[in-house]
């Protein structure tokens, strides 16, 4: 497709649960970042990957947080034993490289009950 | 951590106006970024700024960059509605591994 999309656009989930979004990048993207976004506040930085490894994930929360990217392309945010405070938007971006602008996907909504 | 203050938080203004949307942030960098978010939707990008003096223009909307005082701003000239939403400025972390965003401006035009 044109853009990054990401699926799915909402999840409810129980607290507990493990949840997965997933995100396609704009084609060519070598760059994919995961941000996280609570109502009223600014994006937050989660995870980069240029191409298939992580190369930076200093911004996960702790260890119930993890994101794949097995062939360069698709990424995968896991999120183990949800609670109620991992409730947010969860945005993906892709770039071009490591400089340029990045161009997000429309967002996954998780609301943890 | 690289911090990222923007002001003002909240603008309200009467259509026809100008104003400017102040970005400061902590630590050098000499790449800067604007962003656009309409209530429920996604960040689109509005400017790229890759050096100190950069200055971009689109429409009612100009963007600068003066890395030496670690400032952008975004101005505004003569509102119009449609310009009602949250601008965020991001700053590139030195390694490029990170953006870092502001904690946003939300604007509003009023006829």
């Known amino acids: 497709g044109a853009g990054v999309s990401q699926t799915p656009s909402n999840k409810v989930t129980e607290k507990g649960k493990y949840v997965e979004l997933r995100c396609d990048p704009i084609s060519g993207h070598t760059a994919l970042y995961w941000y996280r976004q609570s109502l009223g506040q600014g994006p937050e930085f989660l995870i980069y990957?240029?191409?298939?490894?992580?190369?930076?994930d200093s911004g996960l929360p702790n260890d119930r947080f993890f994101a794949v990217r097995p062939e360069g392309s698709v990424s995968t945010l896991k999120i183990q034993r949800t609670e109620r405070g991992d409730s947010a938007v969860y945005l993906c971006?892709?770039?071009?490289?490591?400089?340029?602008?990045?161009?997000f996907g429309e967002g996954s909504r998780l609301t943890v009950l | 951590e690289l911090k990222v203050e923007q002001n003002p938080l909240f603008l309200s203004m009467q259509e026809g106006k100008n104003y400017t949307i102040y970005c400061n942030y902590s630590?050098?960098?000499?790449?800067l970024y604007w962003y656009r978010q309409d209530p429920g939707k996604s960040l689109e990008s509005l400017f790229v700024?890759?050096?100190?003096?950069a200055v971009k223009q689109e429409g009612r909307l100009m963007a600068s960059l003066d890395t030496k005082a670690r400032l952008s701003t975004l101005h505004i000239t003569a509102a119009v509605h449609d310009l009602s939403a949250t601008y965020f400025c991001a700053v590139d972390s030195n390694t490029g591994n990170q953006f870092y965003f502001g904690t946003g401006t939300s604007l509003t035009v009023i006829p």
């Open positions: 630590t050098t960098s000499d790449r």
């Open positions: 700024l890759l050096s100190n003096g």
């Open positions: 971006a892709s770039s071009r490289g490591r400089t340029g602008e990045l161009f």
């Open positions: 990957f240029q191409g298939t490894g992580a190369a930076d």
